[in-house]
Protein backbone atom coordinates (compact mmCIF):
# COMPACT_ATOMS: atom_id res chain seq x y z
CA UNK A 1 0.00 0.00 0.00
CA UNK A 2 2.79 2.31 0.64
CA UNK A 3 4.48 1.75 -2.62
CA UNK A 4 1.05 1.57 -4.62
CA UNK A 5 -1.52 4.34 -2.57
CA UNK A 6 -3.92 3.47 -5.71
CA UNK A 7 -4.87 0.02 -3.81
CA UNK A 8 -6.44 2.09 -0.98
CA UNK A 9 -9.49 2.20 -3.67
CA UNK A 10 -9.40 -0.84 -4.86
CA UNK A 11 -9.17 -2.66 -1.63
CA UNK A 12 -11.87 -0.26 0.12
CA UNK A 13 -14.76 -2.15 1.22
CA UNK A 14 -12.67 -5.60 1.07
CA UNK A 15 -10.01 -5.20 3.86
CA UNK A 16 -9.82 -2.30 6.67
CA UNK A 17 -7.90 -1.92 9.96
CA UNK A 18 -10.21 -4.13 12.16
CA UNK A 19 -9.18 -7.52 10.16
CA UNK A 20 -5.76 -7.11 11.54
CA UNK A 21 -5.70 -9.78 14.73
CA UNK A 22 -2.69 -8.34 16.24
CA UNK A 23 -3.24 -5.21 18.07
CA UNK A 24 0.01 -3.60 17.07
CA UNK A 25 -0.67 -4.79 13.24
CA UNK A 26 -3.86 -3.43 13.36
CA UNK A 27 -2.89 0.22 14.93
CA UNK A 28 -0.44 0.86 12.05
CA UNK A 29 -3.13 -0.38 9.58
CA UNK A 30 -5.12 2.30 11.11
CA UNK A 31 -2.37 4.74 11.51
CA UNK A 32 -1.62 4.11 7.80
CA UNK A 33 -5.59 4.39 6.57
CA UNK A 34 -6.34 7.08 8.53
CA UNK A 35 -3.56 9.25 6.79
CA UNK A 36 -4.18 8.43 3.17
CA UNK A 37 -7.83 9.28 3.93
CA UNK A 38 -6.93 12.25 5.35
CA UNK A 39 -3.63 13.49 2.96
CA UNK A 40 -4.37 11.24 0.07
CA UNK A 41 -0.66 9.97 0.84
CA UNK A 42 0.77 7.61 3.01
CA UNK A 43 4.27 8.53 5.05
CA UNK A 44 5.58 5.62 6.46
CA UNK A 45 7.92 8.05 8.85
CA UNK A 46 5.34 9.59 10.54
CA UNK A 47 3.74 6.41 11.55
CA UNK A 48 6.76 5.12 12.90
CA UNK A 49 7.70 7.92 14.80
CA UNK A 50 3.72 7.49 16.24
CA UNK A 51 5.22 4.74 18.59
CA UNK A 52 7.28 5.54 21.68
CA UNK A 53 9.22 3.04 22.47
CA UNK A 54 12.31 1.74 20.60
CA UNK A 55 10.79 -1.92 19.89
CA UNK A 56 7.56 -0.02 18.23
CA UNK A 57 10.12 1.79 16.50
CA UNK A 58 11.75 -1.34 14.99
CA UNK A 59 8.57 -3.11 14.60
CA UNK A 60 7.18 -0.64 12.36
CA UNK A 61 10.06 -0.17 10.22
CA UNK A 62 10.43 -3.72 9.81
CA UNK A 63 6.80 -3.70 8.62
CA UNK A 64 7.55 -0.74 5.97
CA UNK A 65 10.92 -2.69 4.62
CA UNK A 66 9.52 -6.04 4.09
CA UNK A 67 8.84 -6.48 0.57
CA UNK A 68 5.76 -9.13 -1.00
CA UNK A 69 6.71 -10.95 -3.16
CA UNK A 70 2.92 -11.97 -5.21
CA UNK A 71 3.17 -15.08 -7.06
CA UNK A 72 0.48 -14.52 -9.85
CA UNK A 73 1.80 -17.66 -12.43
CA UNK A 74 -1.28 -20.35 -12.66
CA UNK A 75 -1.34 -23.47 -10.46
CA UNK A 76 0.88 -26.61 -11.68
CA UNK A 77 -1.74 -28.48 -13.69
CA UNK A 78 -0.40 -31.82 -11.73
CA UNK A 79 -0.93 -30.26 -8.66
CA UNK A 80 -4.48 -29.82 -9.63
CA UNK A 81 -5.48 -32.57 -10.83
CA UNK A 82 -3.96 -34.36 -7.25
CA UNK A 83 -5.87 -32.21 -5.60
CA UNK A 84 -2.71 -30.87 -3.93
CA UNK A 85 -3.05 -27.15 -5.02
CA UNK A 86 -2.69 -25.37 -2.09
CA UNK A 87 -2.27 -27.46 0.92
Known sequence: LVEEPALFKKLEGIISPKEFTEEFYGKVAKLLFDQYETS?????????????????????????????ILDNSPPDATLLREGTCGK
Do not use: C
Open 40 to 68: GTVNPAKIIDYFTTEEEHKQAATLFNASM
